[in-house]
């Protein structure tokens, strides 16, 4: 008897193309919990689990790879100790750190990336690195009784910072993710673009109790709300806004997962359609073909009335992060006739060594460049990507020798 027996009688499923694949878990809070769960239990070859937090008391509610004598720990320590005893077949690697922080090469060596987190920072840029990887981000947020999964297929279905059509008043959480760039279409958008403003600025989180940052965000927010035409904001009120920690409970947190974990599920047998067993693809092939197979982009659910609603929303072609029409990476030129020039050159022009140097198919780091990978990158006329990994800053660079 097999431990994924029951999975393995269902007529789309192929246990084999499961267990090679591997995820990005992005936050093991309410939602992460809970889709690791699934992942792991359904036998999902590798997990990544990338948090920086400790476990606090307050995530006992909805957290269950936490107990109490865990408070103060790691939770992606934890968590991947509880997971593995829930799958000890399967292999789970950890970063505690922000995902801004963590290596990039996740974002290019596993199939499907999946965000859990509750701050925008961070899925801004899983957004932006996933479009840049072109690897599908299987989103999702929740707040208090409402919840949702965005599927983000790059250059198929809109991206986190496209435009969403205006959701309905409950579904408030439904326009944030939008709501860092274009024209605020709200009020408190304006207190949102100040916030990411601040971060680009500082590079850190706002501290509540420095009077200096909390006086700093309030005068970049009122100058973009008199720009727009909005009421200026009170001190407390963008603090309320920005600052609170939103309301969470288990059920819905359970609920989003599980939609999120079917999303994914469907999602791996569409990217790896080509390695699955002959029944599975044929089955697969028809109901696509009956239209009884579908991935929408957009899954929004209240709690209050038991509603779920789905979109299918397409990219915005005036997105600054996944329109390529709108959005060229501006081109710049490098005169580099040695490594070191080009090394010197690089860290003037992007403050920072941290840069990853794409040409094609080929992406190394600046710390990996030698006399051999050199060699093939720097010749006269060849155009480059360089990214620079804090902030996923790229540039397309033609270099002249
Ligand atoms: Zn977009």
């Known amino acids: 008897m097999n431990r994924y027996e029951r999975q393995i009688r269902l007529n789309v499923w192929d246990q084999r193309v499961i267990q090679k694949t591997s995820v990005l878990i992005v936050g093991v809070g309410g939602t992460g919990c809970e889709v690791s769960k699934n992942l792991a239990l359904m036998g999902i070859g590798k997990l990544i689990l990338v948090d920086p937090d400790v476990i606090e008391l307050s995530n006992l509610n909805r957290q269950f790879f936490y107990h109490e004598q865990d408070v103060g720990r790691s939770k992606v320590s934890v968590a991947k100790e509880r997971i593995q005893i829930l799958n000890p077949e399967i292999t789970v690697e950890i970063y505690q750190e922000r995902i801004q922080d963590a290596p990039m090469r996740l974002f290019k060596e596993v199939d499907i990336v999946v965000g859990c987190v509750d701050n925008f920072l961070a899925r801004q840029y899983m957004n932006s690195q996933c479009v840049l990887h072109d690897k599908v981000l299987v989103d999702s947020a929740t707040d208090g009784y409402l919840g949702q999964v965005q599927v983000v297929i790059p250059k198929n279905t809109a991206c986190l910072a496209c435009h969403s059509p205006e959701p309905p008043d409950e579904t408030r959480i439904v326009d944030e993710p939008c709501t860092f760039v274009g024209i605020p279409r709200r009020r408190e958008h304006c207190a949102w673009k100040a916030w990411y403003q601040f971060h680009e600025m500082h590079s850190r989180d706002i501290q509540e109790e420095n009077a200096r940052d909390v006086d700093h965000l309030l005068e970049i927010a009122n100058n973009i709300a008199r720009e727009y035409g909005y009421h200026p904001f009170e001190r407390e009120e963008i603090l309320e806004m920005l600052l609170h ?33 002959s029944k599975t693809s044929r089955v697969l092939n028809s109901l696509e073909a009956k239209q009884l197979f579908r991935v929408p982009s957009l899954t929004v659910y209240a709690g209050l009335t038991s509603t779920y609603i789905t979109y299918d929303l ?88």
């Open 314 to 401: 397409t990219p915005d072609i005036n997105c600054p992060v996944c329109s390529e029409t709108v959005n060229p990476p501006r081109m710049i030129t490098i005169q580099a006739s040695s490594i070191e020039a080009f090394r010197e050159a690089l860290h003037k022009r992007y403050g920072s060594t941290n840069l990853w140097i794409s040409r094609n198919e080929m992406m190394i780091h600046l710390s990996e460049l030698d006399n051999q990978t050199g060699k093939k990158i720097l010749r006269d006329g060849e155009l480059l990507s360089i990214l620079r990994e804090e902030d996923g800053h790229e540039e397309k660079v033609l270099i002249v020798l």
């Open 245 to 277: 920690h939103v309301p969470s409970i288990i059920s819905v947190n359970a609920l989003i997962a599980a939609t999120q974990t079917q999303e994914i599920i469907k999602i791996i047998f569409l990217l790896k359609k080509k390695e699955l067993n």
